[in-house]
């Protein structure tokens, strides 16, 4: 009989390295059969079953969703592969960027397809959830009466909402909900909505922002008061209690806040708001942060942000504003009767050269999770770009003019304060 050989296989430091907190594990091979097929079969059934007691005892209970993060986040292509097929549909997040660029896809407003807009605060949200219900060159346009502090966007043969956003259901699923709580909520509210249980198509879409601009606009946002309580943040069945998200301040706001109090409250959900909101918080207990190690929370925070967001069926970037809006229509194959404007003269542009080496430092630091996902986002977003000006023999023309439609002959104007609600607010 010959000796049995042990086998070591070294994980190296990478995502999957969470599957096995040891980094090591070791299969015993299988002594011969007579016959070498039998023997590969006998090896690949103890194989399997090592595999399961091992995942077991590597993975308890309480660590099991890090586990399903890492093995599933390790098989994560971050390639685009045109032509993929509609193999995510009944996904969590809905049909992918990847599915939308089949030769045989189209956005259905006839059928039961719903873009689902995540808001982000201070990322140019506002001004793109007016786009989307006021400029597009629809067949059935959105109304938006002033009795009512939300649009109707209905298909065109039905009355059943083909977008769910801030100014058509308004915050149903709870104040600038995040991914976590969108991809859980938003099936059953349009079910309630509209009274009937539908098999719906769902596209995700959202904009991000420079990270230290976006938090620093987000301070001044909350210096002149705003304060956003109408938030849930809702996770696994309840939202998140006091001690898990201690307060910043004492009152009913934050009005006058120095910057200096803003960057040192641990709590202030301004650090790093992009990528937890576009992360999966229940992989890390949601917003129990003695679920696991800050360093484990923010690393898996970071892959399930860019997994999800590599997912979405669109998304656009603040600071380029004309490309968004090229890849938004080429993807939806849907048209803006104006073009996007870039708006680089911000508050938050303003306030930069303010700001100490110190202060400057510590927003960078605080942000990083947000920095590398932005820097993530604006190389896929170009890559998008890229391919699509390619397959576009019409690029040039088309570029030069965005937002200009024979078909509309302007945009009309349209008294948005008499519409809109207060951005602070839940209902």
Not at 394 to 409: I, N, P, Q, T, W
């Amino acid at each position: 009989m010959k000796n049995l050989k042990s086998v070591s296989v070294q994980v190296i430091d990478s995502d999957i390295a969470l599957l096995l907190p040891n980094g090591v594990y070791e299969i015993k091979q299988m002594e011969p059969k007579s016959s070498r097929l039998r023997s590969i079969g006998f090896f690949c059934v103890a194989l399997a079953l090592f595999g399961i007691v091992g995942l077991g005892y590597f993975c308890p209970d309480k660590v099991t969703s890090v586990c399903a993060l890492s093995n599933k986040e390790a098989s994560i292509s971050l390639e685009d592969s045109l032509g993929k097929p509609l193999t995510h549909s009944n996904s969590k997040i809905g049909l992918s960027y990847d599915d939308m660029l089949n030769d045989d896809f189209s956005f259905d407003m006839d059928s039961h397809d719903v873009m689902v807009f995540l808001h982000m605060q201070k990322t140019g949200g506002t001004s793109f959830g007016k786009h989307l219900v006021h400029d597009l060159d629809l067949k059935r346009p959105c109304t938006c009466p002033l009795t009512r502090k939300r649009c109707y966007c209905f298909r065109p043969h039905s009355n059943q909402s083909w977008l769910f956003s801030r100014y058509t259901t308004g915050w149903k699923c709870g104040l600038h909900a995040d991914w976590t709580e969108l991809t859980s909520c938003v099936d059953e509210k349009l079910d309630e909505l509209e009274g009937n249980v539908i098999k719906r198509r769902y596209f995700y879409i959202t904009l991000l922002r420079e990270p230290v601009a976006r938090y620093l606009s987000e301070f001044r946002h909350v210096q002149r008061g705003a304060t956003w309580k109408g938030s849930r943040h809702y996770c696994k069945g309840r939202p998140a209690k006091d001690e898990e998200i201690p307060p910043c301040y004492t009152g009913d706001d934050w009005e006058g806040v120095q910057l200096d109090e803003f960057i040192d409250c641990e709590s202030n959900l301004a650090i790093n708001r992009q990528t937890r909101m576009l992360a999966d918080l229940e992989l890390v207990g949601c917003y129990d942060k003695n679920y696991m190690s800050k360093a484990d929370r923010d690393r898996t925070m970071l892959i399930s942000a860019k997994k999800n967001l590599e997912s979405m069926a669109f998304f656009g970037l603040t600071e380029h504003q004309k490309i968004s809006q090229y890849i938004f229509e080429e993807t939806f194959n849907l048209r803006f009767a104006i073009p996007f404007e870039q708006n680089n003269a911000t508050v938050s542009s303003s306030t930069m050269p303010t700001l100490t080496a110190t202060q400057a430092a510590k927003i960078a630091s605080l942000n990083n999770l947000d920095i590398e996902l932005y820097k993530f986002a604006k190389e896929l977003l170009f890559k998008r770009f890229n391919k699509l000006r390619a397959r576009d023999a019409d690029f040039d023309r088309r570029f030069r003019h965005l937002g200009e439609l024979s078909s509309r002959s302007g945009v009309t104007e349209f008294d948005w304060d008499r519409l809109v609600e207060d951005v602070t607010t839940s209902h």
